[in-house]
């Protein structure tokens, strides 16, 4: 048994402070404290029901959910990739850009997931499908940098470098192939929202250099 948690670049340092990626990761922070304190009904209140999008009902949760988490271990996750792999993209983009960019990238995998299934009364929350378009445009941009990852092995964990390209791809693909294999539990409305991972991605690679800023990218 084993996994790897990405930590930083190790390539880079940004060349100012990651304003917005930190804003975002507060503004989950809160968000899941109000889940915490609003139990079932704050969820079920401002979480994505891909049925209703469909309906043509309440279409701001397609953005509230972007904030949301089904628990403590989805959201610190989510959180360390954030960190991870945010603030480098930011830096390349500019603030401005970069929440734009996170925003359509979380917007893009909410219709990825409706779109798998539409007809789904189970809530859909978190910020995977935002921070997989983060993850999208660091590949296409410095996939040669070395990512600060915690390798486990069994019982045992170590600091390692890995290749951006590597670390990512592999991602992708696990995330590509389980969605694959899980179309009937997402037919019926359960499971990891793997689609809206994969729309993600793929929005933020195919899109990342319309909002980078060149020069910003020559510099580093």
Do not use: C
Not at 53 to 71: K, N, S
Not at 72 to 84: C, P, S, T
Not at 148 to 163: K, S
Not at 179 to 190: M, W
């Amino acid at each position: 048994m084993g996994g790897m948690i990405p930590l930083s670049d190790a390539s880079r340092r940004p060349s100012r402070f990651a304003f917005v990626t930190t804003a975002i990761i507060g503004v989950n922070a809160v968000v899941f404290v109000m889940e915490l304190m609003g139990g079932n009904a704050f969820v079920d209140r401002w979480s994505e029901i891909p049925a209703n999008i469909v309906a043509g009902r309440q279409w701001i949760t397609i953005l509230t959910a972007m904030f949301m988490h089904a628990g403590w271990m989805h959201i610190i996750g989510n959180m360390v990739f954030l960190w991870a792999f945010g603030p480098e993209v930011e830096d390349t983009m500019g603030r401005p850009k970069y929440l734009a960019f996170y925003l359509l990238s979380g917007l893009v995998a909410s219709v990825a997931q409706t779109a798998i299934a539409p007809g789904s009364t189970i809530p859909n929350l978190g910020a995977s499908g935002a921070i997989a378009g983060v993850m999208g445009a660091f590949l296409v941009t410095y996939p040669r940098d070395k990512i600060r990852a915690v390798l486990f092995i069994g019982w045992f964990a170590r600091i390692t470098f890995i290749p951006a390209a590597l670390l990512i791809g592999v991602w992708f693909l696990i995330q590509l192939f389980s969605q694959v294999g899980s179309v009937s539990n997402v037919q019926s409305g359960g499971g990891v929202a793997y689609a809206a991972h994969v729309g993600g991605f793929i929005f933020g690679a195919i899109t990342a250099r319309l909002f980078e800023n060149s020069r910003r990218i020559a510099a580093a």
